[in-house]
């Protein structure tokens, strides 16, 4: 398994938090209240597709990236 790769769409986003809350250290929000990818690493592929679940505005996208 690779390394997953992680991307936020900060148009859509709307600064909710839940990203952050739900995958943390894997988000950040940034001083617009946007969310930015932090460390993806720092937490499991599966709450980072928690945290793309429940994205509200479904801002996040994330993918395993089996080359990486
Ligand atoms: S959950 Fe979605 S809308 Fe909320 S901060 Fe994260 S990316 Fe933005």
Known sequence: MGKPRVEVDQ???VGSATCVELA????K???EDKA???DP???SMEDLKEAE???PVDAILVEEDSDG
Do not use: R, S
């Open 29 to 31: 929000l940034n001083d």
């Open 11 to 13: 148009d859509l986003c």
């Open 53 to 55: 679940a429940q994205c």
């Open 24 to 27: 943390k250290g894997a988000f």
């Open 36 to 38: 930015e990818v932090d």
């Open 41 to 43: 690493t720092a937490v």
